[in-house]
């Protein structure tokens, strides 16, 4: 049973993660590039791909606190709330983007968030080595999405260019440190699912 508490703290992180500026240590990426000459077409096109990545990021911080919620051991929990935090940094980073070029973000953020948080929950439920497993798979997905995504962007945007870089290298070691704590490689049928789902996410991000 988790202790009330500890629910009050997490319903507060997300509130936080949903409706209120997402902080950053690090700097943005690519802040001191200059701004590119970019049509309308392109402007749209950039918004709706870095929307996706932003929701994305809320799923990940969704993940991560179901994940961290029902985790057994403390330094999985540890390695979690370490690679939340830089997911946090990564919602920053895509929001001010966005913003930037007159965008916004995905109105269903909120269903996203809270399907996430289950699925988290659920994960970190069955054990800590499938609790691993599930991460390092979800962030090569992302870091597959990520890799698709910098093909699309307008040749001359190194603005958010170098935004989806450093969120590759993050996601790249994410998976790497939940291989290394002992995660287990997913059954095929769990990686198909969870490729499904996340295509219905994205296409549907991309323009709502």
Request: proline residues 5%; negative net charge; hydrophobic residues 40%.
């Amino acid at each position: 049973m988790i202790p009330l508490d500890k629910l009050v703290i997490e319903f507060d992180k997300g509130l936080r993660t949903l409706f209120a500026p997402a902080p950053t240590l690090r700097p943005l990426p690519g802040n001191d590039l200059p701004d590119a000459e970019l049509s309308t077409e392109e402007k749209q096109r950039t918004v709706s791909l870095m929307r996706v990545n932003h929701c994305g990021e809320i799923c990940a911080q969704a993940l991560y606190q179901g994940q961290a919620l029902t985790a057994r051991n403390e330094e999985v929990k540890a390695a979690l709330v370490q690679a939340a935090w830089e997911e946090t940094e990564h919602l920053n980073w895509t929001e001010t983007r966005i913003k930037e070029l007159g965008g916004r973000t995905s109105f269903l953020n909120p269903l996203w968030y809270t399907g996430s948080l289950a699925l988290g929950a659920l994960a970190g439920a069955l054990g800590d080595k499938w609790n691993l497993g599930f991460l390092a798979e979800t962030e090569h997905q992302v870091e597959q999405h990520l890799e698709s995504h910098l093909g699309r962007l307008p040749q001359q945007d190194e603005k958010s260019r170098a935004i989806l870089e450093q969120m590759k290298i993050d996601e790249i070691q994410h998976a790497n440190t939940a291989l290394e704590h002992g995660g287990a490689p997913l059954p095929l049928p769990v990686k198909a699912a969870m490729k499904l789902s996340s295509k219905i996410m994205t296409r549907t991000a991309y323009w709502i």
